[in-house]
DNA sequence: TTTCTCATGTAACGCGTTACATGATTAC
DNA sequence: GTAATCATGTAACGCGTTACATGAGAAA
């Protein structure tokens, strides 16, 4: 459940509503959630019912009331006391090895279709990646830490697509090559 | 609902009962699943009904009954149509990299033992990693590219968390340079 | 006139997990 | 005597998703 503390961390930067943080999911790439209002709305309840956030309804004319979370000094000490905990390695889902598991059924043009799917879907969501990391947030006050903190975790992500590249792209080549290889044996059979 | 297919797959190659299938996927390191039996008994079942494979009861002395299950044309078929369908991209849960985002309220040393505590679970995780690519699964008749394909996927999990330890290890370098530097700023200061 | 933004929330459902339940045999 | 292996299955629960519900004002 580290989207709660998510949500608290971005609190911890400055009060927002449900509304703001949702935005701020939905456009965060290297954030795995979708940002639905379930999580977020059900979060908000219970950092509150915990005492880790404020809560300050404001109320608006033809909106709306905005309902104002701020984290409290306990809320940043939970925050801390999260962040210290000893890291889990990263679980990865990579359906696409499940299907490459059982993709010797295909022949050598169905194969490097496969591929070339692969690399078409890493390449999108790389190129939004690099997008996103030459946009600046408007968050305020970042120490040089914080701000090589935040551009090494975007580096991650796109190290972690671009490695994905190149391993399918050396796997087409390699198989391309066995293909061949495989045909010219044929090939010298037919005439013995 | 992948792990349907994924099982589907190895029943391909030979039939299986359901406590085969929770073994192979509970020792399979690059299987993102933990091999509990709620999902394979219900995923045979589903493959069942839908004529994907076919059940056979074999009656045992001392022993409960094996249900054994063996994959149809029409399994085959439906494998192959989900090996081909458009892969998605990796998704990655990295809970470290969500605890880094607030960590900038730890001092130099609280830091450089969190980074220490993640190489450590990478490490642990890439040593395993390791000692299952060595050894050999006894499944039947692989062709040479099948044997190939399963070596590339094995590569693909090794050098992501290979990746990963070098980056974490690079950001653990320049962390501490920064602090070495920002101390000797601070020295100079005391003595203007 | 339709769509977008602001803003909160709920309902239904799917996937995945741990833990529970049974019960004989074999190994330490 | 205790634990592991063989072998099947169920219960309870958590996290996450999409879709639904409301309702005003502003922009296209």
Redo the contacts between chains.
């Keep these: 459940m580290?989207i709660n503390?998510?949500i608290l961390?971005y609190l911890?930067w400055r009060p927002m509503t449900g509304y703001d943080i949702k935005k701020i999911i939905a456009d965060a790439e290297?954030?795995?959630w979708s940002a639905n209002n379930n999580q977020i709305y059900r979060a908000l309840i219970k950092l509150h019912q915990d005492g880790w956030v404020t809560k300050t309804i404001e109320n608006q004319v033809g909106a709306p009331d905005r309902h104002v979370y701020a984290v409290t000094p306990a809320g940043?000490e939970a925050?801390?006391d999260?962040?210290?905990?000893?890291?889990?390695?990263?679980?990865?889902?990579?359906?696409?090895?499940?299907?490459?598991?059982?993709?010797?059924?295909?022949d050598a043009a169905?194969m490097d279709?496969?591929l070339e799917?692969?690399i078409e879907?890493?390449g999108?969501?790389l190129f939004f990646l690099r997008v996103q990391a030459d946009e600046k947030p408007n968050m305020p006050e970042r120490?040089?830490?914080?701000t090589?903190?935040?551009e090494?975790?975007h580096?991650?992500w796109i190290?972690?697509?671009e490695?994905?590249l190149k391993?399918v792209r050396q796997?087409r080549e390699?198989?391309m090559t066995?293909e061949k290889q495989q045909q010219r044996e044929l090939a010298r059979q037919a005439r013995a």
């Design positions: 580290s503390y998510v961390g911890s290297t954030l795995p940043l925050l801390k999260w962040v210290v905990t000893t890291p889990d390695p990263p679980q990865s889902k990579k359906p696409f090895l499940d299907q490459l598991m059982w993709a010797d059924c295909l169905e279709q496969l799917a692969y879907a890493v999108e969501k120490t040089p830490r914080e090589y903190l935040w090494m975790i580096k991650n190290a972690h697509f490695l994905e391993w796997m390699e198989l066995m």
